[in-house]
């Protein structure tokens, strides 16, 4: 693994206007760097890169991130190719942690394995191709489905043979174990060898770095199944790779939206008509690792389903695996097709535009889900409208903690006639079912991390919800500073495991004091304010005295500011954008530093933060002087300790309203 110690070290050497200027045009704008936005397609800037802070920021589709990020995102690296590729570039070599020989052992045998498949893939491939070219039948096929070579070509489409073992003209071994391991060849029960694709057109499966993981294969004569892909494989699972995706996102990002669809043949129909955004599921299900690609590709997703009752069966399962991870700022919509229509024979007899407007008319997520519950039952009776009720709390209590699912249950509450704090009554009776968020398999062995959801290209964040503030005993902290509209910021993510850290005396110490807490998570503006001086000059942990650690640790509304502090110190983040990647992707403190951060590009450089700090801190104090005081006077000072303590804090808040007058 990659040690912590080391990314910081790199994120403090490297300079992300660098990094991010080897791809994007960038132009000064006040104190930062400005260029037109390499994840979505747009005329006027909104991309914003701060030199200073040393993070980057979309302002029109939310991409965010560190350097690191920026590489893994717009390259399709994976962390440890991101890391290596930073490290090169600023003269540093890339440590390993310390593993037994025993652990060495089996990565060495992993990186093996994966690199002896992948060259197995390869050369099927060439095979593929090369029988394409050699095979008229198979070209009859795909000039009669309308696809050009040019397109075939792109889509590196290609033709098996007939020959029951074709794949033995290429492979001097037919009985080498991996060409069963990587899907190409089936064992029978008698041991005898075949290959699994036959008369079949084929098409590679890519990763999302445009390495071929897999293959989907379709009969072009009668037979079943039509459609055969590759089996699971160490490289290749079906349940979390979607067909074109690598060959679609220069299309994703000019046409603005993703457009998914059921079957690969759909995908290169459609780049045939000029529709290169399409991608498929593969023969399985929509699930939330889909999503989850998906969002990182566009913050606009149609799904495109037949108009039959199939489906409109498939629609709705895709409907409720989306609901848990709906954003505000991500559309999902779904897009019927007229009878008799998939998206193939519908653009060859429409054209593109006419698609295009279209999929422009797609049914909201929200609608589509509220029309057919209505659809199910007789919702001008009192028994229909309850057995609606019914059947969508499962739902309801899926939604991500959003502001559409407030909207979703005020339109169903109206809907259904009751108020919306008679449906929240309901609701407190379902217990939703828990969402783990998906993350990608280390790529080489090297770090098994969850690839960073926060800063996903496309996406202001991946949590619930943009957060808001809400004004309280500390509002008037800054002068001049505006909360004015401020709401409650709550996070409900379930609580994110940490990783084991050899902490510093100053993270030892607030660990000890701050609990961990599963649930909502609120910030005042004090904290919100806090958080702000520290991610913007992080430098200031280090100054930290006990007593100023004492006060932060014994406050209950500074939970969040106990964990930025400790993080700074375990660490060592010297600006804002290594403190981002630092956090851990979905914890609540990493969703708070990332719509933090975004405040900080316009934020002009604090003339003393140190004394901001102390300011804060002092404040914070005498309020909780002043409660306790209140707290004794309403006992009615009845000991004579408690009258001594009463006599303490006094003497206490004297010193440092003395203090600041000075």
């Known amino acids: 693994m990659i040690p912590d110690s080391y990314i910081q070290e790199l994120l403090a050497r490297v300079d992300i206007a660098d990094v991010v200027g080897r791809y994007v045009q960038l132009r000064k704008g006040g104190a930062n760097l400005l260029g037109l936005c390499p994840f979505h397609n747009e005329k006027s800037p909104s991309f914003t890169v701060s030199p200073t802070k040393q993070f980057y920021h979309c302002f029109g589709c ?52 994966r690199a002896r498949q992948q060259s197995v893939l390869d050369q099927a491939q060439q095979f593929y191709l090369q029988q394409l070219r050699q095979s008229p039948m198979a070209q009859d096929y795909l000039k009669r489905r309308g696809l050009s070579g040019e397109i075939a070509a792109r889509f590196g489409l290609g033709w098996t043979g007939t020959e029951r073992r074709g794949l033995a003209k290429i492979f001097n071994d037919y009985e080498d174990h991996q060409l069963v391991e990587a899907g190409l060849v089936v064992e029978a029960d008698d041991g005898r060898r075949y290959d699994r694709f036959r008369s079949r057109v084929m098409f590679p499966i890519r990763s999302t770095k445009g390495e071929i993981i897999g293959f989907g294969g379709r009969l072009i004569e009668k037979g079943e199944p039509k459609y055969l892909n590759s089996p699971e494989t160490s490289l290749f699972s079906k349940g979390h790779e979607l067909y074109g995706l690598w060959e679609g996102r220069q299309g994703i990002r000019a046409e603005g939206f993703v457009l998914v669809v059921e079957g690969y043949m759909d995908v290169v129909a459609l780049a045939q008509h000029g529709l290169c955004n399409a991608v498929a599921t593969l023969g399985t299900a929509t699930t939330p690792f889909h999503i989850s690609k998906l969002m990182r590709a566009s913050d606009k997703l149609v799904f495109c389903f037949d108009g039959d009752k199939a489906g409109l069966k498939a629609a709705w399962r895709a409907l409720q695996t989306c609901l848990p ?118 790529q080489d062995g090297l770090v098994d991390r969850p690839m960073p959801s926060a800063f996903d290209a496309g996406a202001a964040s991946d949590f619930p919800g943009e957060p808001v503030f809400y004004d309280d ?49 609120s910030v005042t503006p004090m904290a919100k304010r806090l958080l702000r001086l520290l991610l913007a000059y992080p430098e200031l942990v280090s100054e930290l005295g006990d007593q100023q650690l004492e006060i932060v640790a014994q406050s209950p509304h500074l939970e969040l500011v106990q964990e930025l502090i400790a993080l700074t110190s375990v660490s060592s983040a010297q600006h804002a954008g290594a403190l981002l990647e630092a956090a851990e992707p979905d914890s609540d403190l990493a969703v708070v530093l990332l719509s933090l951060s975004t405040e900080l590009l316009n934020d002009e450089e604090w003339p003393d933060p140190q004394g901001e700090w102390r ?6 104090e005498l309020t909780a002087i002043k409660t306790e005081q209140t707290a004794l006077v309403e006992s009615g000072l009845k000991t004579e300790e408690q009258r001594q303590r009463y006599q303490e804090l006094t003497r206490r808040m004297a010193l440092l309203n003395a203090a600041h007058t000075r």
């Not at 229909?384 to 739902?395: D, F, I, S, Y």
Request: with cysteine; aromatic share 6%.
């Open 62 to 113: 939310g991409a965010h991130g560190s350097a690191i990020t920026f590489l893994i995102e717009h390259t399709g690296a994976s962390f440890p190719e991101a890391v290596r590729s930073l490290s090169s570039a600023v003269g540093m070599t890339v440590p390993e942690t310390e593993r037994s020989p025993k652990q060495r052992i089996v990565d060495q045998r992993r990186k093996q394995e």
């Open 473 to 521: 005993e500390f509002a008037s902290f800054e002068p001049g500073f505006d909360y004015a509209g401020d709401a409650p910021w709550e996070q409900h993510n379930g609580q994110t495991a940490q990783p084991e850290r050899r902490a510093s005396r100053k993270s030892d110490k607030l660990r000890k004091s701050a609990p961990r807490v599963g649930g909502a998570r």
């Open 615 to 620: 300011d804060a801190l002092r404040k914070i």
């Open 325 to 442: 991870l709906v954003r505000d700022d991500v559309s999902m919509r779904f897009l019927f097709l007229p009878d008799g229509h998939d998206p193939d024979s519908y653009v060859a007899e429409h054209g593109a535009d006419v698609f295009r407007d279209l999929a422009a008319e797609a049914t909201a997520l929200s609608r589509f889900m509220l029309d057919e519950l209505a659809s199910r039952h007789r919702m001008q009776e009192a028994e229909g409208r309850a057995a609606c009720v019914h059947e969508a709390l499962p739902l309801l209590a899926a939604l991500a903690d959003t502001t559409l699912r407030v909207q979703i249950h005020h339109e169903f509450a109206r809907m259904v006639l009751l108020t919306p704090d008679e449906l929240a009554q309901r609701l407190l009776s379902v217990i939703p079912e828990p969402v783990t968020r998906p993350s990608e398999p280390a």
